[in-house]
């Protein structure tokens, strides 16, 4: 059997976090066993329906580094085949209309309600050989089954049985010929050939009423694996509203697409101890035994370890072009320039070291894509003092005299700077420090300096001193 899973995201205009973690491990486990994944974009909530909603979602995919197989299929454009199936069923007596007014269920809701059952419907139409009352379009209902149990052999949860009669004869197809949501996602998992399901474990109760529906077709069940939520850092539920939630937030934020993974895949899954784990190892490894089985909460500690371990790992000349967005927006032209993405790169191995996020990456890069006149922090202009600019003009003048301008001689003229004038190097360098970052934090200046070049590093000195 070919494994084929899927991801059928609603587009709600995000990629949510728990989303991009269902899509992943689908991806995982499809390449893990050499199968395939679909992608299905969940669109019949036509009044919220936008294209862009679609594009967040993709984006997010791509970002993440994950493809899927086929083309994107779109839920609301099968409705035809969805209203099909319901007449199949019907047809086959599995399925019956139901001409009840809303008056008629409320009724019965209320009935219901005091009784203190979960279903309310009384299959008054079920087998019914009453006339159909004039005028009245009815709904199509699926014939649940009356007695006994369904159990499900979940990937994560083991074994779950629902009592059949927590089972409704739901509607599957609505009056006006548009389906219900349960029919569309089993159509759609059935005809796309979906061998495996995994989701949120908010679906868990979908999956008994879609059964209904796969067991009247005479279809084969997928096999399940429902997934806990992840939780926020608090223990509550993640939500857009708060913050944190979505993969957009934790991009903005400045976590690499190999951190977010492999952090949502430690998030849900585990493999011995491993807290590192590349691509491949993870497809090598994913299996479905290994998704745990509790809700997860968010640790940012982790994964900021991971983002600060792959932005290490990471390839200099990438992370110069995924450094641009991140700068000041003032700054990105010039982060554009050649010369300027060469002192990046150059400057990276140090960067690198220093950053666990591309924003502080950025935010101790940024002197690097400045000019003259430079901005100053509070903390810099004070040791821009008297004393300080007299040093930084001795400096000048013998900065300007070198003929070669390398880490080793820089140094080697800070250092003679400090014997002569009987100073300690750190008096040297902090105004240095500040006159070339406009901070009193860098990276290491020596390497930062020629870098920069002397005619830079003379510039910024002499505005410093002005
Ligand atoms: N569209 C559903 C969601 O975004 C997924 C449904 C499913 O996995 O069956 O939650």
Redesign the pocket.
Known sequence: MTVVTRF???PTGFMHIG?ARTALFNWLYAKHTGGKMVFRI?DTDRARHSEAAVQAIINGLTWLGLDWDGDIVSQFARKDRHAEVAHELLKAGKAYYCYCSPEELEEMREKAKAEGRATFYDRRWRDSKATPPEGVQPVIRIKAPLEGSSTIHDHVQGEVTVQNEQLDDMIILRSDGTPVYQLA?VVDDHDMGVTH?L??DD?LNNTFRQNVIIEAMGWKQPQYGHMPMILSDDGSKMSKRKGGATLEEFQAMGYLPEAMCNYLLRLGWSHGDDEIISRQQAIEWFDLDGIVKSPARWDYDKLNHLNAHYIKEADDARLVELLTPFFDPSLRGAAGDAAIQTRLKSMMPELKSRSVTLVQMAEEAAFLVKSVPLDMNEAAAKLLDADGKAMLSQLSERFSALDVFTHDKIEETCRALATDTGAKLGKIMMPLRAALTGRDKSPSLFHAIEILGKEETLARISYAIR
Request: a neutral charge; hydrophobic letters at 20%.
């Open positions: 059928p995201p609603s989303n969940e996602v399901v989701r949120g679906h």
